[in-house]
C-alpha cells in the first residue's frame, strides 16, 4: 500500500459516499486509476463493504451495554454453538473472544432497559454460562469507524 492507497482510504473512512471525481482529485489521480485503486482495495479485502453511519438514539436505540461473558466449558463445541447464536443476535454490535479473566465480550445496542432485560435472559436461557457483567453507558464520548492509518513506507 502507497500513500495514494492510504489517502484513499482515509478519504473514504471519513465519507464513502463522496464522488469518484471529488475522490480523484483529492488524491492527485485521474478517475479511472482512482477507481481501479479502490476495486483492488476491495477486492483484497482492505476495504470489507461501504455502509451509512446511523444515529442508534435517532432510530429508538438509546442503550448501550458491555457485556462481559465468563464460562466453564471452553470447548471447540460449545464456543461453536456460543459463537453462531450470539452472532445472530441483532442487538449484538461487536463480539469478541478475549484473553484475561473474560472470556467474550460484547457490544449491545437496544431501546431501553427493558428490551435488555429480553436480550439478557434469551442469552442466558440459550446457552449455559458462568458469569455475566453488563456495564452500561451512560455517556458516548468518541465513536468512530475511522481507523488510524499508518503513516506511507518511504522507500
Sequence with gaps: MDAIDL???TALQ???SISIAELAD???????PCWKRIQRLETTGVIE???ALVVPEKIGLGLTVFVSIETSDHSGEWL????QFVAAMPEVMEFYRMAGDVDYMLRVVVADM???DQFYKRLIAEIPLKNVTS???MQRIKSTT????PAPSKG
Design 7 to 9: 489517502k484513499i482510504l
Design 14 to 16: 471519513a465519507d464513502s
Design 26 to 32: 483529492r488524491v492527485g489521480l485521474s478517475q479511472t
Design 49 to 51: 463493504k461501504r455502509v
Design 80 to 83: 461453536e454453538r456460543f459463537a
Design 114 to 116: 427493558a428490551a435488555y
Design 135 to 137: 456495564r452500561f453507558a
Design 146 to 149: 475511522a481507523f488510524a492509518l
